[in-house]
């Protein structure tokens, strides 16, 4: 299965990486790691998280902070967001 990136979920990461680095930069380099690992791993194991709290996607628990939100398709897995958990969300 294809791994896609959306826009949003992109310019969601480079927001809090550049966060971190600016306080941590050792921790920005590992959450990025913990972040690509998680979502490469999707790819073979979609189904892996839990359901979503909106209907049709899919939460992965990366960090205790940190959730990858994801969409199975027919062909892909499509990462919508990176949110932090103590953002309200939806």
Same mark, same amino acid.
């Given at each position: ?13 480079? *927001? ?11 921790? *920005? ?9 998680? *979502? ?39 990462? *919508? ?10």
């Amino acid at each position: 299965m294809k791994l896609v990136w959306l826009e949003p979920a992109l310019e969601q990461l480079e *927001a809090i990486l550049e966060y971190i680095a600016a306080r941590n930069e050792q921790a *920005a380099i590992r959450l990025q790691a913990a972040i690509e690992n998680c *979502a490469e791993g999707l790819a073979d194991h979609p189904f892996m998280y839990r359901p979503g709290r909106v209907e049709g996607t899919r939460e992965a628990i990366v960090h205790p902070n940190y959730i990858l939100i994801y969409r199975v398709t027919v062909d892909a897995v499509e990462i *919508a967001a990176v949110v932090h958990a103590r953002q309200e969300y939806p």
